[in-house]
């Protein structure tokens, strides 16, 4: 089994994308951050959709912060 180098990259990436993200924020960049690490494994270690299932899933990550932010500030 090769190691998925690019896959880890993107994952780190986008990790370090939803830190910043939710510094700007002002909410907790350990928590967007972890989500965005257990959504890269699970894409890519459990479910095999390598570094394109890292996108979509991390794109849907996204959506689902905005509509969660969103509904909050109704």
């Known amino acids: 089994m090769t190691i998925p180098y690019l896959a880890i990259l993107i994952m780190v990436a986008f990790a370090a ?3 910043r993200a939710a510094e700007d924020e002002t909410e ?3 928590i967007w951050s ?3 690490l ?3 494994a699970l894409t890519i270690f459990f479910f095999h959709w ?3 299932g ?3 899933g991390q794109l849907a990550l996204f ?3 905005t509509l969660w932010r ?3 500030k109704k």
Request: hydrophobic residues 60%; charged residues 5%; proline residues 4%.
């Open 70 to 72: 969103m509904r909050g």
């Open 34 to 36: 972890g989500l965005s």
């Open 63 to 65: 959506v689902g912060i």
């Open 17 to 19: 994308f939803f830190y």
């Open 54 to 56: 890292i996108l979509f």
């Open 38 to 40: 257990l959504i890269s």
């Open 28 to 30: 907790a960049p350990l």
């Open 50 to 52: 390598g570094w394109l």
